[in-house]
Nanobody
Framework: QVQLVESGGGLVQTGGSLRLSCAAS????????MGWFRQAPGKEREFVAAINRGGTFTALGDSVKGRFTISRDNAKNTVYPQMNSLKPEDTAVFYC????????????????????WGQGTQVTVSS
């Protein structure tokens, strides 16, 4: 099992940047593919970014391409989405997710692919 704790959320102005963190427990973090999703009030949870277990392959949601990146540090058991050029429509609760991956190449982009979730961190972008 793995436990996930997100941090780094907060209030930022339009055009600003934030770097979230997701710290994972356990000694086998490098075996998990990781992802980030977000959910705005009244909307469905949406894919944001994903990274394979080795950190060599990434995937981004259409709404964040060109603005967000994702990276991981397996030595620190942490995954980081870097969010730039933030917009008011990015306002949401951001969730970290993990799934054990037998493949070194897999990035998981769908909610149902993940079986471990963090509690979420609020990101608010003011106009």
């Amino acid at each position: 099992q793995v436990q996930l704790v997100e941090s780094g959320g907060g209030l930022v102005q339009t055009g600003g940047s934030l770097r979230l963190s997701c710290a994972a427990s356990g000694r086998t973090f490098s075996g998990y593919a990781m992802g980030w999703f977000r959910q705005a009030p009244g909307k469905e949870r949406e894919f944001v970014a994903a990274i394979n277990r080795g950190g060599t392959f990434t995937a981004l949601g259409d709404s964040v391409k060109g603005r967000f990146t994702i990276s991981r540090d397996n030595a620190k058991n942490t995954v980081y989405p870097q969010m730039n050029s933030l917009k008011p429509e990015d306002t949401a609760v951001f969730y970290c997710a993990a799934v054990w991956s037998d493949s070194a190449f897999t990035t998981a982009t769908r909610i149902y692919e993940y079986n471990y979730w963090g509690q979420g961190t609020q990101v608010t972008v003011s106009s």
